[in-house]
């Protein structure tokens, strides 16, 4: 991916509050693949970010809905 993509991934959703973060998520899941790379780079921040515990909660959950 490229690097200028996930900086304009990001500035689109810094200072943006808890409401319209969960608006940009729930308008790009299901959408167009063109969509993907944005969540992908969202995906990244929380992973970082997250505990180990939340990780394996996230590969969990990722596991269940993937059989």
Known sequence: MNLNL???IIQRVTNKDDEELFGVIEGSIG???QVLPGLGVLFEIIW????HDTQAQ???TLKEHLT
């Open 6 to 8: 996930r900086q304009a």
């Open 58 to 60: 996230l590969v969990s």
């Open 31 to 33: 959408g167009q693949e």
């Open 48 to 51: 970082q970010n997250s505990s």
